[in-house]
């Protein structure tokens, strides 16, 4: 949108404050994004720290990837610009359930460190933690849960990061756990024990 367009606009505060949602669900809301190659594992740790923050009585989200991209971001393409408008909607909408008092688990490869970035900005510092899923290459592609490596080692697929398009990783993530040495189980106790 345009800052002239813009200049119309004003945030809407809401009548009801974070503090007393917070307060009326006993919790503190929140963003965890998970970033990784494809295949490190977002998906399933994320599905799994929904189940466990549900069955503990938190509400919790998971805004994954491929939904987001058949419905909100359904216009955007996978050049980087899309990929970045993609991260920066996400964000957004991340920082809306964080601040409704919600826990918002975002799982995508978010593979350029300035939408990452931007992402972030959305929620304040102390609510948004970005989770490294570090897992080598070979790892993920021999995981291949969509078999979308081979199609873009045989070219089927352009623009595929970690083959054709470059992931940047995290440099100062809140944390960084190797999905190729421990178990989702003990993936998802790291990040409630850090984060929740």
């Not at 419905?71 to 408008?85: I, M, N, P, V, W």
């Not at 995508?108 to 300035?114: C, E, G, Q, R, V």
């Amino acid at each position: 949108m345009s800052d002239e367009m813009n200049k119309n606009l004003t945030w809407s505060e809401s009548d009801v404050p974070r503090e007393l949602r917070e307060r009326k669900t006993g919790q503190r809301g929140c963003v965890i994004w998970l970033t990784g190659l494809s295949g490190a594992g977002k998906s399933t740790i994320a599905r799994e720290l929904e189940r466990v923050l549900i069955d503990t009585g938190r509400m919790a989200y998971v805004l994954d990837g491929d939904n987001i991209r058949l419905g909100l971001c359904s216009d955007l393409g996978f050049s980087s610009e899309d990929r970045d408008e993609n991260i920066r909607r996400v964000g957004e909408v991340a920082a809306l359930f964080a601040d409704a008092g919600m826990v918002a688990i975002a799982a995508f490869i978010s593979p350029f460190a300035k939408a990452r970035t931007s992402a972030a900005e959305a929620t304040p510092e102390e609510r948004f933690f970005e989770v490294y899923l570090d897992a080598p290459l070979e790892v993920c592609e021999r995981r291949d849960p969509k078999g979308l490596y081979k199609k873009a080692r045989n070219g089927e697929i352009a623009d595929f990061t970690g083959i054709t398009s470059p992931y940047e990783a995290p440099s100062n993530p809140a944390f960084r756990i190797d999905t190729s040495k421990i178990s989702v189980r003990e993936a998802v106790a790291m990040i409630l024990e850090k984060v929740i």
